[in-house]
């Protein structure tokens, strides 16, 4: 496999193209930002920490038959991917109340939900990425019905292995964010899971303590940002 040229700067990632038209390589970066890019930082050790802790959660989560584009770790900053066409929507599953959804309704943030939440938001730093809904999606063209379904359907069953996989190691997964797409050697084909699941899309709080161990450390200032980062990659057996 031939690294080719840069082809997108994102917040945290860098895509670069490779020989295979159908394949691209992720590249983690140590920078980190919150608030739609409104903040931002390099953190030592960050790009690796969560290279490492994608790879083993998507594998996790291909041994349980969730598909997704991740295709191996290369080193320690790079993974190999299948080339995607990205749906333009952010899939967030909530277990507990956070974030903008405590802030929306006016709800204390540790309030337990009855039943995970799905929520949709719009992709878009611009706009600061507005919830929206099934109608908003299809009716605008974001994407069909069809995929409408997949994304719930495949978000919720993430929440059914990660949920038990961080119980295991003492840790709550408050929320998180999935982004799916189409692999381009599938364009028609079912809706696979991209991006990344690292502790930069999600919430994780000790089940004890109840102390935060996700990007909320850098968001609001608690520090010791990656030192929970690796903590989290120790508890589930990552190995660094
Ligand atoms: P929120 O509470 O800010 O809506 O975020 C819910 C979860 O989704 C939280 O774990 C952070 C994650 N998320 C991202 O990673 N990127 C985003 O752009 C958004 C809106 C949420
Ligand atoms: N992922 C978004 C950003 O980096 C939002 C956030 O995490 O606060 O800017």
């Known amino acids: 496999m031939e690294k080719r040229q ?3 700067k994102g917040k945290a990632k860098t895509v670069f193209a490779t020989d295979d038209p159908h394949r691209l390589i992720m590249h983690y970066r140590d920078d980190v930002s919150a608030f739609d ?3 931002l ?3 030592d050790l960050k790009g690796e920490t969560n290279n490492k802790i994608n790879a083993y959660v998507m594998g996790k989560l291909a041994a349980t038959g969730v ?3 991740f295709v191996g770790m290369l080193d320690e900053r ?3 991917v299948k080339a995607m066409k990205m749906v333009p929507v952010e899939c967030v599953v909530r277990n507990v109340c956070a974030g903008s959804m405590a802030k929306r309704y006016g709800i204390a943030e540790g309030t337990k ?3 995970p939440i799905f929520e949709f938001f719009l992709k878009s730093d611009a706009l600061h990425d507005p919830l929206c809904n099934d109608d908003h999606i299809r009716v605008l063209g974001w994407a069909t019905l069809r995929e409408i379904g997949e994304m719930k359907a495949i978000t919720h069953r993430v929440n059914a292995v990660l949920k038990p996989l961080f119980a295991a190691a003492g840790i709550d997964l408050v929320d998180y964010k999935l982004e799916f797409g ?3 050697d599938d364009p028609d084909g079912p809706l696979v899971l991209g991006d990344e699941f690292t502790p930069d899309g999600c919430r994780l709080w000790d089940a004890k ?3 935060k161990l996700d990007k909320d450390r850098f968001r609001r200032d608690l520090g010791e940002v990656i030192e929970h980062y690796r903590e989290v990659a120790r508890r589930i057996g990552v190995p660094l």
């Open 182 to 184: 189409h692999p381009t």
């Open 78 to 80: 790079e993974s190999l």
């Open 37 to 39: 890019g409104a903040k």
């Open 6 to 8: 840069e082809l997108y």
């Open 67 to 69: 598909p997704s584009h």
């Open 113 to 115: 939900l009855a039943e």
């Open 41 to 43: 930082a390099k953190l």
């Open 209 to 211: 303590t109840g102390e």
